[in-house]
Nanobody, 116 residues
Framework: QVQLVESGGGLVQPGGSLRLSCENS????????MGWYRQAPGKERELVAL???????RMADSVKGRFSISGDIRKMTVALQMDSLNPEDTAVYYC??????????WGNGTLVTVSQ
C-alpha cells in the first residue's frame, strides 16, 4: 500500500524559505507523476508543482520564479523548494502522486505558515 509522507513544513517569516520533502514509505508502485498541491483556509485545493514521467514540469503561475520542484518518480520521492515566501503561500501542502489506471495518492499534508 502506498503511503506518502511529507516533511518540512513550519512557520517562516515573509521572504524566507522552506523545503518540503515527500517519499513513499509504503509498497512500491509505478507513479506517472508526483507533485504538490496546497489548500489555503477557505479556498479550494490547487496545484503548486508537478513532475511528470519524462521530467516534464508544471508550475502554478503564482509560484514560478520562487518555487522549484525536484525528485525521482521511479524512487517515489519529490521535494519542493520554496523561496521568497509571502503570506499568500500559507496553506496545507499535500504531496500527490498519479499511478496507473488514474489512481491518485495523497499525503496527509504539512502546514506552511508565512507570518511575522
Amino acid at each position: 500500500q502506498v503511503q506518502l509522507v511529507e516533511s518540512g513544513g513550519g512557520l517562516v517569516q515573509p521572504g524566507g524559505s522552506l523545503r518540503l520533502s515527500c517519499e513513499n514509505s509504503g509498497s512500491y508502485t509505478r507513479f506517472i507523476a508526483m507533485g504538490w498541491y496546497r489548500q489555503a483556509p477557505g479556498k479550494e485545493r490547487e496545484l503548486v508543482a508537478l513532475i511528470i514521467i519524462g521530467n516534464e514540469i508544471r508550475m502554478a503561475d503564482s509560484v514560478k520564479g520562487r518555487f522549484s520542484i525536484s525528485g525521482d518518480i521511479r524512487k517515489m520521492t519529490v521535494a519542493l523548494q520554496m523561496d521568497s515566501l509571502n503570506p499568500e503561500d500559507t496553506a496545507v501542502y499535500y504531496c500527490h502522486a498519479y499511478g496507473d489506471f488514474d489512481v491518485e495518492y495523497w499525503g496527509n499534508g504539512t502546514l506552511v505558515t508565512v507570518s511575522q
